[in-house]
């Protein structure tokens, strides 16, 4: 394997990791597509749908 195939898939991994973790620790949640984001524009980002609800968080 060569270096950089090496670097590709680790900052692959990385990326993943991150929006993995982005997304557990969201505040809101589409209601059609489920995806979770912690900005609310009015839509959701990945989808367009108006049905976006606050994540309800168990403290």
């Known amino acids: 394997m060569g270096l ?3 670097f590709g898939r680790q900052v692959e991994q990385f ?3 991150a929006k993995e973790t982005a ?3 969201a505040t809101y ?3 059609d597509c489920d995806a979770r984001f912690n ?3 009015g839509e959701c980002p990945e989808c367009g749908a108006k049905e976006v609800t606050p994540v309800e968080t168990t403290e």
């Open 4 to 6: 950089f195939e090496k």
């Open 15 to 17: 990326k993943q990791t």
């Open 23 to 25: 997304e557990e620790n």
């Open 29 to 31: 949640r589409c209601q």
């Open 39 to 41: 900005t609310h524009e």
